[in-house]
């Protein structure tokens, strides 16, 4: 059953009762119970927690509900930096305690069905909670089987760090610490679109950043399964260059594009790519990604060849299944999936949402923004950032003219603004009172 | 759009402040766009520096300082090139009331 949008707000928009427009017309049967509005969040990243904090303060009388499996937040963003040995774990681990106090429930758990029909969602631990709209907010799903020999047992010795846990960037550390000087670290970057773009190279930086400090006579190897450097490429072959002998005989960092991993061999300590096996004494293989696993459950997971989930920019709603929104990561956009999209468009979620929650038609002209810091070294940093407009000819959100680019050169200046932006951009999303004690440092 | 923005400034202006977190739902959310580099509300807890309280003057010259590259700028230059000028004055205004 499809309603044309603009139909549904013209018939709900006559309707005083704000709650029951948070359904379709045709389904009664969900209409609210009790008379406030029910929305379930999957996933407490960048996304999903600040939709949940934002939508708790521009609707208060909705009903919120989080749903996340993990007890507590870790940063992707600034998580190189443990690699480097700049911040420990513990540094980039934030509480959930205050969002928790914002929204009406907080589940911790995994959802393993979604209703669609019945719109209700259940967990593993055997709730089933009923919604009038659901938002996945779940990040991403990484596909272990795309690269042979990736399995269980491989992955206790090769770490993808892609999500960040103690497991995973915290061994990767350990592994780095233990490696020997003159050891290989040969990492991967995974095909575009992918989390984070210029997650990959950065972490290039700040593993040679450690390398130099305390293995000088290391490598890192770098394959790439894109034809080129996917994001901030004049600002990265700079600090390689400038920082760690990139070009020159002596060079740290041994870049190869168009090397897509497609085995690995933990035993052997080996990645396979099209052309030969590259031997590592530590190997940091990403595998290609995809929407979350919960957006699979809902069936949103519909562009892109079924990797990520076609979304109506205005409102972030599936295109696929009415009266479920995507968020972050999981969203097939022509933004970056950054942790600062995430949590602006975690923002303008809320904010359509509220708005027909009040009986009013969405925002048609949403503006939203990316900036984005990647590390050169232990010192220095710089950006790209951009503005989103609605342009009602492309229907998309696109930058206006110079409303888009990169920093001209590496600064101390940018670091200490990564650093306030990590700070800032956690607080924003969990709600991190002002007098909280960060010990993370750029 | 552009008219439905002066609409929108204009039931704020005749509600007055008070009632400016309804009247004015989109300067709400473009100023929450500022969040992530500025802290929640304008609040910032790091080097970049907070827009809470800001004289709404002040902040709509300075929008148009880094536009037109007067005022150096990291990444504030490519922002303020997003933004209209009507947007500049809703922003001023939210922050100016936010302190």
């Known amino acids: 059953m499809t309603i044309d949008r603009r139909e549904f707000l013209k018939v709900s928009a006559g309707a005083a009762g704000a709650v029951t427009l948070s359904g379709l017309a045709g389904c009664a049967t969900t209409s609210v119970a009790g008379g406030k509005a029910k929305v379930i969040v999957v996933g407490a990243g960048f996304g999903g927690s600040t939709f949940a904090r934002y939508m708790k303060m521009w609707s208060p009388e909705t009903e919120v509900t989080v749903i996340e499996p993990l007890g507590q937040f870790v940063s ?24 928790k106090k914002v929204v009406d429930n907080w589940v911790t758990d995994t959802v393993t069905a979604i209703d669609n029909e019945k719109r209700t969602v259940t967990t593993a631990g055997g709730k089933t909670l009923a919604y009038d709209r659901l938002v996945l907010a779940g990040g991403i799903e990484l596909l272990f089987d795309k690269v042979q020999g990736y399995d269980a047992e491989a992955q206790k010795t090769i770490k993808h760090a892609w999500k960040a ?9 350990k592994q780095l610490e233990a490696m020997p000087d003159g050891g290989t670290f040969v990492m991967s970057v995974p095909m575009s679109p992918y989390r984070c773009p210029p997650g990959p190279y950065e972490r290039a930086c700040q593993v040679a950043t450690y390398f130099k400090k305390a293995k000088p006579k290391s490598k890192i190897i770098v394959l790439d399964g894109n034809p080129d450097i996917a994001s901030k490429k004049g ?34 300590m080996t990645v396979g790519t099209e052309f030969d096996d590259v031997k590592g004494d530590v190997i940091n293989v990403v595998p290609p990604m995809r929407a979350a696993t919960v957006c699979g459950l809902a069936g949103v997971r519909n562009g892109n060849n079924g990797s990520w989930c076609a979304i109506d920019y205005l409102t972030f709603e599936s295109k696929e299944v009415p009266n479920v929104h995507i968020l972050g990561d999981s ?18 979620c809320a904010y359509a949402m509220s708005e027909m929650f009040a009986g009013r038609q969405p925002d048609p002209s949403p503006v939203v923004t990316n900036t984005c810091y990647s590390a050169g070294s232990d010192s220095v ?3 790209v950032a951009t503005v989103f407009r609605w342009d009602p000819e492309k229907k998309a959100l696109v930058p206006p003219k110079g409303a888009n680019g990169v920093s001209k050169e590496e600064s101390e200046l940018e670091m200490a603004y990564m650093e306030s932006w990590a700070k800032n951009v956690w607080a924003d999303t969990l709600g991190l009172p002002e007098n909280y004690n960060y010990t993370a440092k750029g | 759009m552009k008219k439905s923005i002066a609409l929108t400034l204009l039931i704020a202006g005749a509600l007055g402040a008070a009632a400016s977190a309804h009247a004015d739902p989109r300067a709400r959310f473009m100023a929450a766009n500022c969040a992530y580099c500025h802290g929640p509300d ?6 970049v520096p907070s827009l809470a309280g800001l004289e709404a003057k002040y902040f709509v010259d300075q929008m148009k300082a880094f536009r037109d590259g007067s005022r150096p700028a990291t990444v504030m230059q490519k922002h303020a090139m997003g933004y209209t000028e009507a947007e500049y004055e809703a922003l ?4 100016e009331s936010h302190k």
């Not at chain 1, 846990?165 to 550390?173: H, I, K, N, Y």
């Not at chain 1, 969203?331 to 303008?348: D, I, Q, W």
């Not at chain 2, 304008?42 to 080097?47: F, L, Q």
């Open chain 1, 165 to 173: 846990s103690p497991d995973q960037t915290g061994v990767l550390r």
């Open chain 2, 42 to 47: 304008g609040h910032s807890r790091g080097a």
């Open chain 1, 331 to 348: 969203a097939l956009t022509n933004f970056p999936k950054s942790g600062s999209v995430a949590n602006n468009t975690g923002k303008m």
């Open chain 1, 76 to 99: 992707c963003p600034f998580s190189n930096t443990v690699l480097a040995g700049t911040n420990k774990m513990e540094d980039i681990t934030m509480p959930y305690d205050y969002i």
């Open chain 2, 92 to 95: 001023g205004k939210w922050f």
């Open chain 1, 381 to 383: 940093a710089f950006h």
């Open chain 1, 235 to 268: 600002l990265f072959l700079a600090a390689w260059k400038k920082h760690y002998g990139y070009g020159t005989p002596d060079s740290m960092i041994d870049y190869r594009p168009n090397n897509m991993p497609r085995a690995v061999d933990a035993k052997k």
